[in-house]
């Protein structure tokens, strides 16, 4: 089994910036794929970013340009600049291993960008 525990959210002013950290625990050796969902009120859940063991990274088009993922064996972190409104959302951290059979999922960390 592992276990995900997400850090790092909190409110912030649009514009500024915030660092999520999610720490992995338990079997973190069969994880491959580490990366970010986020929902936000009324909507469904959107993938975020994800990187992998070998350093290949991806984002989604909304975040593209302004989220940065990076990784450190079982910890992953998601730089966030020039935040809106619009990226208020609670962030799901998620982890698989190189099959995706098995998924694993954090506890939600809130984001609030509000003036």
């Known amino acids: 089994q592992v276990q995900l525990v997400e850090s790092g959210g909190g409110l912030v002013q649009p514009g500024r910036s915030l660092r999520l950290s999610c720490a992995a625990s338990?079997?973190?050796?069969?994880?491959?794929?580490m990366g970010w969902y986020r929902q936000a009120p009324g909507k469904q859940r959107e993938w975020v970013a994800r990187?992998?063991?070998?350093?290949d990274s991806a984002y989604a088009d909304s975040v593209k340009g302004r989220f940065a993922i990076s990784r450190d064996n079982a910890k992953t972190y998601l730089q966030m600049d020039s935040l809106k409104p619009e990226d208020t959302a609670i962030y799901y951290c998620?982890?698989?291993?190189?099959?995706?059979?098995?998924?694993?999922w954090g506890q939600g960390t809130q984001v609030t960008v509000s003036s």
């Open positions: 338990g079997n973190s050796f069969s994880i491959y794929f």
């Open positions: 998620w982890a698989a291993t190189v099959t995706r059979l098995q998924t694993y």
């Open positions: 990187i992998a063991n070998n350093g």
